[in-house]
């Protein structure tokens, strides 16, 4: 079935550092694939996502590029800041069907320091 | 604002007893959802519902139940039959559409007395 594995956290950092977070997916056809982040007590909110093989996708300074070759949907970013500090989920939607289901990845938890 | 509202934030529940999460959305989303959020565990899916008076089992679904009277309700029973029902829930919903991300409700936290 399809799966979505993630680097394990937590991930330290310290202000104005360079981010990656890791993620790999198993899946058949070509998924949709979505970066998600959860701040403290808070539900999931969507950071990016890309929906075909090369699309990158961006935002706040986050982005991160769909490649079907390498199975990969990293995460990245030139300079973190504390606000930054979270969990990022990274997820897949499957091709094909008709539930729209997510599978998602454990989670990284990041936490940036001043 | 559209969004989606699970209430309440906090909930306990005593050993033997039933209990029900709200969710509800303005979205006019068509398909809705429910997880489960263990840490170190991700999430993972209990119920979804694509349409009214329709539902489909996720992957763990044992233990709960929900209904989709409304498009906009999808209140989720935790029933005494889970074992470990301490955790956190989400639920949210989506137009229903391929590759249209889900929108998540702030959650709701439930602890066994």
């Known amino acids: 079935g399809d799966s979505v594995t993630q680097m394990e956290g937590p991930v330290t950092l310290s202000e104005e550092a360079f981010l990656t977070i890791n993620c790999t997916y198993t899946?058949?056809?070509?998924?949709?694939l979505f970066w998600y982040v959860q701040y403290p007590g808070e539900g999931l909110q969507l950071l990016l996502k890309?929906?075909?093989?090369?699309d990158k996708g961006s935002n706040k300074g986050f982005e991160a590029t769909y490649r079907k070759e390498t199975t990969s949907f990293h995460l990245e970013k030139g300079s973190v800041q504390v606000s930054d500090s979270a969990v990022y989920f990274c997820?897949?939607?499957?091709?094909?069907?008709?539930?729209?289901?997510?599978?998602f990845g454990k989670g990284t938890l990041l936490t940036v320091n001043p | 604002d559209g969004g989606i509202t699970q209430s309440p934030k906090y909930l306990f529940r005593k050993e033997g007893q039933n209990v029900t999460l709200s969710c509800e959305q303005n979205?006019?989303?068509?398909?809705m959802y429910w997880y489960r959020q263990d840490p170190g565990q991700g999430l993972r899916l209990i119920y979804y519902?694509?349409?009214?008076?329709?539902?489909q089992k996720g992957d763990i679904a044992e233990g709960y139940s929900v209904s989709r009277e409304k498009k906009e309700s999808f209140p989720l029973t935790v029933t005494s039959a889970q074992k470990n029902p301490t955790a956190f829930y989400l639920c949210?919903?989506?137009?229903?559409?391929?590759?249209?991300?889900?929108?998540f409700g702030d959650g709701t936290r439930l602890s066994i007395l």
């Open positions: 979205l006019n989303h068509d398909a």
């Open positions: 997820a897949l939607e499957a091709s094909g069907g008709s539930n729209y289901k997510l599978t």
């Open positions: 519902s694509q349409i009214v008076n329709d539902f």
């Open positions: 949210a919903s989506s137009p229903g559409n391929w590759n249209q991300p889900q929108h």
């Open positions: 890309a929906t075909k093989a090369d």
């Open positions: 899946a058949t056809g070509y998924p949709s």
